[in-house]
Nanobody
Framework: VQLQAFGGGLVQAGDSLRLACASS????????MGWFRQTPGKEREFVAS?????????DYADSVKGRFAISRDNRKYTVYLQMNSLRPEDTAIYYC????????????????WGQGTLVTVSS
C-alpha cells in the first residue's frame, strides 16, 4: 500500500479526531498532500491541502475552516488532519491524496490516493 490512512472512528458531536496518512512515495517532500471526503451518493469533495516542502501553505474547504488543521511531517512521510468540533455532517470516508498536478480542489488533479478511513460523528 503506497498511501495508508489511519485514525477514523466513531465519535460524538463536538469531539476531536486526528487522521494520519502514511506515504511510501519517495517524492513525498516535494508533493502537495490533500484530504478529501465522500458520503454515499455524493461526489468526493475537497477538505484540505498542504503545499510541498515545509507545509506553510494550506487551504481548506469553507465547511471545515477554523475546525480542521492539516499538517505534514516530512521525516515520517506522513500528513495529518486534526479535526475539532466535529459535526454529524462531517461523517464520511476520508481519503488522502498525493501529488497535485492541476487545480487544488479537483479530484482529477491528484495522482495518488489512499484507501480511505471512515469517520462517523453521532449527534
Amino acid at each position: 500500500v503506497q498511501l495508508q490512512a489511519f485514525g477514523g472512528g466513531l465519535v460524538q458531536a463536538g469531539d476531536s479526531l486526528r487522521l494520519a496518512c502514511a506515504s511510501s512515495y519517495r517524492t513525498f517532500r516535494s508533493d502537495s498532500m490533500g484530504w478529501f471526503r465522500q458520503t454515499p451518493g455524493k461526489e468526493r469533495e475537497f477538505v484540505a491541502s498542504v503545499a510541498w516542502g515545509t507545509g506553510d501553505i494550506t487551504d481548506y474547504a469553507d465547511s471545515v475552516k477554523g475546525r480542521f488543521a492539516i499538517s505534514r511531517d516530512n521525516r515520517k512521510y506522513t500528513v495529518y488532519l486534526q479535526m475539532n468540533s466535529l459535526r454529524p455532517e462531517d461523517t464520511a470516508i476520508y481519503y488522502c491524496a498525493q501529488k497535485r498536478v492541476g487545480p487544488m480542489r479537483a479530484t482529477t488533479s491528484w495522482q495518488y490516493w489512499g484507501q480511505g478511513t471512515l469517520v462517523t460523528v453521532s449527534s
